[in-house]
């Protein structure tokens, strides 16, 4: 990417001069045309139009028009991609969806390290189907192979692991789960919009993401869900009117949409929506190939930084060196971890931590430097020298951390 195409981005961006923002991984920053995106939305369709704006203004079809935008990210064919929910229903929908589509096995298999949630959902159906119908197995991705995916149902695995920044092989793990019969579901939460996707060419069964990290749709923006084409006849285990065939005739009994709309249940937030969309439309300038090599370059700069830095005696790199086993984000433990990412956070690096001793260092390629990668090693450094991290205030925990 060139530095004129870098800067027409980055300048998208509302970016806190005061701040080093290292947390798009988390929270994407706001994109500058989503306030009065908002605002069209409320004042002038909502205010103005009234309820005639579900069908003038299109609400109805929001979800699969921010899909459409979402599925060119991560290589989904058109109408294959609905945006609702948030990626935790998706997951409970995709799964389900899978388990009937796989009748004759009953496992689930997932990664024991992965984000809980994804494995609280899949604890939840196994208890609510019974352990005959379905259970959860727990492996190793080295071990994810067809020999040992001979029972499994589906698969459910994070395409980057949210604690290590680890980029996990889509195209091998996905053919190893075919090979075994088993189907795919990949959580594309920390790589979609920052790593190169192709859930198609990968034959992907489905896929679950949120907006709000890479893809700055705001904070608790919708959730969204891929269906591979194959599977268009799936079925959705949360029924509802959205996603029904005819949903202005409310017919007394359930006959699903056509296409992925069937995997629509209630009525989705159109303001959320309109957020998405802005944000979305900011990929519009530049490939994810671009970006993908952008946030390798941020990353190896972040690394190199830490390996010429006194920091290295104290910080141990979890994320992979590799590129190809690396995604948008570097993660390191070390001691007094938490009390240290307040002390970076109160010196303006905006960082996140994760329990017992993670500090993540997210990089967006659409507006972070390669300064700020260097600039974050030397403000740490200065907390680790000056010890400031050993100051009260930086012992306080907040929910969020
Ligand atoms: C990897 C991963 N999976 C699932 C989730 C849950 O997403 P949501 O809360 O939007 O359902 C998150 C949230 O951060 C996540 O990072």
């Not at 203004?57 to 991609?81: C, F, M, R, S, Y």
């Not at 609702?84 to 995709?94: E, G, P």
């Not at 604890?123 to 991705?141: H, P, W, Y």
């Not at 490939?287 to 690394?303: G, M, N, P, Y």
């Amino acid at each position: 990417m060139s530095d004129a195409l870098f800067e027409k981005l980055r300048a998208q961006f509302h970016l806190p001069d005061d701040k080093i923002y290292l947390d798009g991984n988390s929270l994407g920053a706001l994109p500058r045309t989503t306030p009065a995106t908002l605002a069209e939305t409320v004042e002038n369709q909502w205010g103005t139009d009234l309820i005639a704006s579900w069908n003038t203004h299109d609400w109805i079809d929001l979800p699969l028009v921010v899909g459409n935008q979402i599925g060119k990210l991560i290589g989904a064919p058109e109408d294959t991609v609905v945006c609702c929910d948030n990626l935790s229903i998706n997951l409970y929908k995709a799964i389900l969806a899978a388990l009937e589509l796989n009748p004759s096995r009953s496992a689930i298999c997932a990664e024991e390290q992965q984000f809980p949630s994804d494995n609280y959902i899949a604890a939840g159906i196994s208890q609510l189907l019974g352990e005959g119908r379905c259970s959860v197995k727990t492996l190793r991705i080295e071990e994810m192979t067809p020999q040992n995916l001979g029972d499994t149902a589906v698969l459910v695995l994070s395409h980057v692991d949210y604690k290590t920044g680890s980029l996990r092989d889509m195209a091998q793990i996905s053919a190893n789960a075919h090979a075994a019969g088993a189907l795919v579901i990949w959580d594309l939460a920390h790589s979609a919009g920052v790593v190169d996707i192709d859930v198609t060419g990968c034959e992907v069964d489905f896929a679950v993401g949120c907006t709000y990290k890479f893809l700055n749709g705001g904070p608790g923006a919708p959730g969204y869900l891929f269906v591979h084409p194959k599977h268009s006849s799936a079925s959705n285990p949360i029924p509802g009117w959205m996603g029904h065939a005819a949903m202005f005739d409310f017919e007394s009994s359930y006959r699903p949409a056509q296409g992925i709309r069937r995997f629509l249940t209630g009525t989705q937030s159109v303001i959320a929506l309109s957020a998405v969309s802005a944000g979305l439309a900011i990929f519009d300038a530049v490939s994810v190939s671009a970006l993908r090599a952008r946030s390798l370059l941020l990353t190896q700069q972040f690394i190199e930084s830490i390996d010429g830095s006194v920091v290295k005696e104290n910080v141990a790199l979890i994320t992979p060196r590799s590129e190809v086993a690396r995604g948008s984000q570097v993660s390191i433990t070390l001691e007094d971890a938490f009390p240290i990412s307040q002390a970076l956070i109160d010196n303006g690096v905006i960082v996140d931590f994760r329990a017992p001793n993670i500090i993540r260092f997210g990089f967006s390629p659409l507006y972070n430097r390669m300064s700020d990668a260097t600039a974050a090693v030397k403000v740490l450094a200065h907390i680790l020298k000056s010890k400031q991290y050993e100051h009260p205030r930086y012992q306080k925990r907040s929910i969020v951390t």
